[in-house]
């Protein structure tokens, strides 16, 4: 063991110091990221379940907040599930690279490194390479999206922040204990290979790319599969498996017609809540809009205050 550091991560690990912590949290900015909902989500997490299941995981605001010990996690987005392996596998090399990236800032380095996925050698890079690209561009990128192109290609431009923070090293540290002490399955796939496997008495919690309110709002941002309507009733068709397996579900998405006319049979119930966004597509203006949270009428963990903040209701 080398630094300082590491050596006192190994001894908060040893003393379990890191059992639900406060800055195992999202370590990427992502579109559609649930962090501002938490305390609503919370709200409708059952009462008892043996495994968490999020086959849409992005940056993990619903797993960090649950910190739960059985989870299986999945995202279709092979950048964003090698950084969560590579935060499990090496945070302290990672840390490292990515304090590196930082003193090298600026915008000829942002597109130096951007690019590197234009090059035929983007293979060739290890993936704490690929790790420490993605968490880099995520922090100086405008407005901290992530976008590619048809080809698969980072396509978003520099974000010229004056001081962005790229490490974070106590939130890499603790994402890493967390992924470490409990039983997490980190897959990378389709969310319906997910949950291949699952048993009864189980929790999943999708939250998928939103269905478009209206068809020009028809913003994609995670990759090049555009999540359409067969997309949404697929999932559908899976969320019903699931009920008839015995498993708890639980369901964000738009309040579009389509969502609310899926969900409408008797075995769920749509909730209406309301989520602070962006409202213009610079991400400037921020306002209130209403979302839903579908679930297959579980029982919840926290009807009390539920019942005392008047929150929710069927919609
Ligand atoms: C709304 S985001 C999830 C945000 C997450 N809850 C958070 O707090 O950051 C939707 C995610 O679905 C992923 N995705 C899109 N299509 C998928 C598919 N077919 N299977 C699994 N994941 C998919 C995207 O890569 C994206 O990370």
């Keep these: 063991m080398s630094n300082p550091q590491e050596k006192q991560h190994s001894t908060l690990l040893r003393k379990n110091a890191y059992r639900k912590s406060p800055f195992a949290q999202p370590f990427l900015k992502w579109a559609g990221g649930k962090r501002q909902l938490i305390s609503t989500i919370e709200q409708y997490l059952p009462t008892r379940f043996t495994t968490y299941y999020e ?89 901290g999206l992530f976008r590619v192109n048809s080809s698969g290609q980072f396509n978003v431009p520099y974000g010229d922040y004056l001081n962005p923070r790229i490490v974070d ?38 939250d998928p790319p939103y269905h478009p309110i209206s068809d020009t709002s028809s913003f994609t941002g995670y990759d090049m599969n555009r999540f359409g309507a067969d997309e949404q009733r697929r999932l559908k068709e899976l969320c019903d498996k699931l009920t008839d397996k015995g498993c708890k579900v639980l369901l964000s998405n738009s309040n579009a017609s389509l969502i609310r006319e899926l969900y409408s049979d008797s075995r769920y119930e749509i909730v209406e809540i309301q989520a602070a966004r962006a409202i213009n597509s610079v991400g400037s203006k921020r306002g209130k809009i209403t979302e839903l949270l579908i679930h297959n009428r579980y029982e919840f963990k926290d009807v009390g205050r539920k019942k005392q903040f008047g929150m929710g209701g069927p919609a």
């Design 55 to 143: 086959p849409f995981v992005g940056a993990g605001a619903v797993l960090f907040a649950l910190q739960h010990k059985r989870c299986v996690i999945n995202d279709a987005n092979l950048e964003l599930i090698n950084s969560y392996r590579v935060i499990k596998e090496q945070p302290h090399e990672l840390l490292a690279l990515c304090k590196e990236y930082k003193q090298k800032n600026s915008k000829e380095f942002y597109y130096q490194v951007r690019g590197l996925d234009r090059a035929g050698s983007f293979k060739s890079l290890s993936p704490l390479e690929r790790a420490s690209r993605i968490i880099y561009l995520n922090k100086t990128c405008f407005n």
């Design 169 to 206: 090293e106590a939130v890499i540290l603790a994402i890493s204990a967390f992924l470490n002490q409990n039983e997490v399955k980190i897959l990378s796939g389709d969310f319906a290979d997910s949950v291949l496997g699952i048993r009864k008495g189980s929790f999943v919690y999708f």
